[in-house]
């Protein structure tokens, strides 16, 4: 059975940092690209950053490029997403999953079911 737990999320001020974690279980998590997708009110799930099965390449969207950095423990299950000079138009609920990256592109498997329940984060100015 796969589970998902996103947390460290929380209310933050505009230029301030956030540290995000994942656990997983029951996903081969260290053969997997894994990556971070935030839904914001009113908008589309959007792919924020994804990282390869061994931790070697990464992709940013445009938007957190140099801010965020993503990173993963794969003996313990976990991903991570560090959050620097947030803005407000970062506020969303974010959420970890598998992924697929291009340069151009992040986005989730087609199919995939398991989401967590997702962490918030909200920027204030």
């Known amino acids: 059975q796969v589970q998902v737990q996103e947390s460290g999320g929380g209310l933050v001020q505009a230029g301030g940092s956030l540290r995000l974690s994942c656990t997983t279980s029951?996903?081969?998590?260290?053969?997997?690209?894994m990556g971070w997708f935030r839904q914001a009110p009113g908008k589309e799930r959007e792919g924020v950053s994804c990282?390869?099965?061994?931790?070697?390449?990464?992709y940013y969207t445009d938007s957190v490029k140099g801010r965020f950095t993503i990173s993963r423990d794969n003996a313990k299950n976990t991903l991570f997403l560090q959050m620097n000079s947030l803005k407000l138009e970062d506020t969303a609920m974010y959420y970890c999953?598998?992924?697929?990256?291009?340069?151009?592109?992040?986005?989730?498997?087609?199919?995939?079911?398991?989401w967590g329940q997702g962490t918030q984060v909200t920027v204030s100015s």
């Open positions: 999953a598998p992924c697929a990256a291009t340069v151009q592109s992040i986005t989730d498997i087609p199919g995939y079911k398991y």
């Open positions: 029951g996903l081969t998590f260290d053969r997997i690209p």
């Open positions: 990282i390869t099965s061994s931790g070697g390449r990464t």
